[in-house]
């Protein structure tokens, strides 16, 4: 019997709640949708809503206080014996992990409204500031590969295999906008990742997304995919 994906997630969550992502990754993992075993979840919070979801679905947890180096992230990879790592709502910057087994999710779009600062709530700020001035007329969840950086500027970097755009609606709230796109992010994110782990969509060694033809049509596809 082939064993399943080895999925490593990240995510931070905060010190009294978060890892919505976590919660339906694991259902997800659970309905056969995402077609991995997490073997462990990782998050900076030692009490935090992670580590809550991860006790009541027996996840594996990992508490990481850092450094966070190359060295530290990939003592974590083989502690767990992961061959897949998931960044879902992670705050920390990643380096060492392989960039053709590392994904991450974004709630906006990478190239607008990606590095330093702009995560959680701050993406939507900012997407709504800008729809208001005329600058977008929609928000999207984007999904990309993580490539290792040399500096922390490169926070959301990486090629792009999933861009989904998410409606604004004029009265919209940074809160209203939020709400929606996590509903889509969660919709969304085991579905992608399961093409990726099996090998639907991968990453060449020179730092290009392949695709199946089908995929080529889908609405999430990004242009510039192979």
């Keep these: 019997m082939v064993e399943k994906p080895r999925v490593l997630v990240f995510a931070s969550g905060s010190k009294d709640g978060g890892g919505s992502g976590l919660l339906h990754l ?31 679905y027996e996840v594996p947890f990992y508490h990481f206080i850092g450094p966070f180096t190359a060295e530290m992230y990939q003592s974590l990879a083989q502690a767990s014996r992961a061959n897949w790592f998931l960044l879902s709502g992670w705050l920390k910057f990643v380096r060492g992990l392989p960039a053709d087994k590392t994904i991450n999710i974004h709630p906006g779009d990478t190239e607008k409204f990606g590095g330093p600062g702009l995560y959680g709530h701050h993406v939507h700020e ?15 969840v984007t999904m990309h590969f993580v490539t290792d950086g040399a500096t922390k500027a490169e926070y959301d970097r990486g090629p792009v295999f999933f861009k989904y755009p998410v409606g604004i609606e004029p009265d919209d709230t940074a809160e209203t906008l939020a709400a929606r796109v996590n509903r889509y992010e969660h919709g969304w994110q085991s579905y992608m990742t399961n093409l990726v782990v099996r090998g639907d969509i991968w990453l060449t060694g020179m730092n290009q997304v392949m695709v199946p033809a089908w995929y080529r049509s889908h609405p999430g596809c990004p242009k510039e995919v192979i």
Excluded: D
């Excluded at 997800?28 to 009541?56: E, F």
């Design 126 to 140: 900012a997407v709504i500031k800008a729809f208001q001035a005329g600058e977008v007329t929609c928000s999207c």
């Design 26 to 56: 694991v259902l997800n993992a659970q309905t056969g949708v995402l077609g991995a075993n997490i073997v462990g979840v990782v998050s900076n919070y030692k009490a935090g809503g992670v580590r809550k979801i991860a006790a009541k």
